[in-house]
């Protein structure tokens, strides 16, 4: 798949890569609303549009991954006429991200760690191994959220929207939230630690 991101300016590739995000994040309401309007076949095609051009600009193997995600649910919706396999996406999502995840615990350095050492390229032993806790902690989630997922294809349309539009987000807030605190509870910990070994080193001397 060729990479349009040298053919665009930054503003551009910004505000492009911004709208995607927004489109796929807004996936399950717009899905449910699509259906009742234009149906799977519509829904299918404007899924597989936006997902390919999220990876001709972005490309990695995450988002390989998710586009074959993508494709494979729009497929068959397309070809069935049918919602299950727009519904069934976030479960592939879901299962996808675990993989990653979970894989990159044995294939070190772990995923939250690649993320943390772009800010810190000279990440401690200690920080390697909070890296690895929150990795797990997210691994926990992905099992959780598929299943969930799972369970509401084959519910109303009206449940699929809340969870997978909803309270799935409002679950990923608060991992973000919650580790966000508390990373910066430990890291102010940390530094009154070192000033008191510090300040109690100075007056041995």
């Known amino acids: 798949m060729i990479d349009l991101s040298p053919y665009l300016s930054p ?11 927004a489109l796929l994040i807004t996936y399950p309401v717009l899905v449910y609303f699509g259906l009742q309007a234009y149906g799977p076949r519509i829904v299918a095609i404007f899924l ?10 972005h490309r990695d193997t995450t988002n390989l991954w998710l586009w074959l995600a993508a494709l494979s649910a729009a497929a068959f919706s397309g070809f069935s006429n049918s919602a299950f396999g727009l519904k069934f996406y976030p479960v592939i999502v879901s ?12 294939k070190q350095p772990s995923f939250i760690e690649r993320l943390a050492r ?10 390697i191994i909070y890296c690895r806790k929150i990795t797990l902690i997210w691994c926990i989630f992905f099992i959780f959220n598929g299943s969930v997922a799972f369970v509401t294809v084959f519910s109303s349309d009206e449940i699929w929207l809340v969870y997978n539009g909803l309270i799935s ?12 605190i508390y990373r910066k509870y430990m890291l102010r910990q940390n530094s009154e630690t070192d000033t008191d070994t510090h300040a109690e080193t100075e007056t041995n001397k």
């Open 11 to 21: 503003f551009s590739r910004t505000l492009l890569k911004s709208l995607l995000a």
């Open 48 to 57: 597989l549009v936006v997902a390919s051009a999220r990876t001709l600009i």
């Open 95 to 106: 299962t996808i991200m675990f993989s990653i995840f979970s894989l990159s615990l044995y």
């Open 118 to 127: 772009l800010q810190d390229p000279e990440l401690p032993p200690e920080g």
């Open 169 to 180: 987000y409002i679950i990923m807030g608060l991992l973000f939230g919650g580790e966000f």
